[in-house]
């Protein structure tokens, strides 16, 4: 069974300081997304990546794919509050039928201001 | 203004009492999926639909139906809701598979008592 572990679960830090979630697997996958939910909202897609190694830009987010393709990170640099909210990772398992994915539980960040 | 619709948005019944959730997308996606979010067990795959009139189970779909009759439109179909449904519900779509962007709607909380 594939699984997609994300730490912390949890994460408070003040306006202004950087940070980096996890997501981490013992599986190789195809690609791997990063969804944004804001309470009271579904997840909005925020970066997918493809390649072992790769890293995209988004603004203040940094998003890495591992050169195994089995983890990710987020770096955000300067977090505001506007940064609030749940970060799920998703991944495509390699050689999978139908394109199935699986989504980890999540990192829940909170920014005080 | 391209968007996944849900009604209604709170829902609070009675166990045993037939309910159905509503979802419609104006994207014209070929995909469209159910999950359920609870606390501790992130999101979860209910039943998913590639196309009209094809649907299949995902990784939770004891208690619940879906149909596809429009390509548009995915109901949710809760015949007799048991207190374990109580949850929040999100459908989404994307242009063809389910490793591509998803577009989630905004939610549906259900508490059954």
């Known amino acids: 069974t594939q699984l997609l572990e994300q730490s912390p679960q949890f994460l408070s830090i003040q306006e202004g300081e950087n940070l980096t979630v996890y997501c981490n697997s013992s599986s190789v996958f195809s690609s791997l997304q990063w969804y944004r939910q804001e309470p009271g909202e579904g997840p909005v897609l925020l970066v997918t990546v493809v390649t072992g190694g790769e890293v995209k830009k988004l603004k203040r987010l940094t998003f890495q794919f591992g050169d195994a393709r089995k983890d990710s990170s987020l770096h955000i640099t300067a977090a505001q509050p506007g940064d609030t909210g749940l970060y799920l990772c998703a991944a495509e398992g390699a050689g999978n039928r139908d394109d199935k994915i699986i989504f980890g539980k999540g990192t829940r960040l909170h920014i005080l201001p | 203004e391209a968007q996944v619709t849900q009604n209604p948005r709170y829902l609070i019944t009675v166990t045993g009492k037939k309910l159905t959730v509503t979802c419609s997308q104006n994207m014209n996606h070929e995909y469209m999926s159910w999950y359920r979010q609870d606390p501790g067990l992130g999101l979860r795959q209910i039943y998913y639909?590639?196309?009209?009139?094809?649907?299949d189970k995902g990784d939770v779909p004891e208690g619940y139906k879906v149909s596809r009759k429009e390509k548009r439109n995915f109901p949710l179909i809760l015949e007799s809701p048991s207190p374990n449904q109580t949850s929040l519900y999100f459908c989404?779509?994307?242009?063809?598979?389910?490793?591509?962007?998803?577009?989630f709607g905004p939610g549906t909380r259900l508490t059954v008592t």
């Open positions: 639909s590639m196309n009209v009139e094809v649907t």
């Open positions: 989404a779509s994307s242009f063809r598979l389910e490793s591509e962007e998803q577009y």
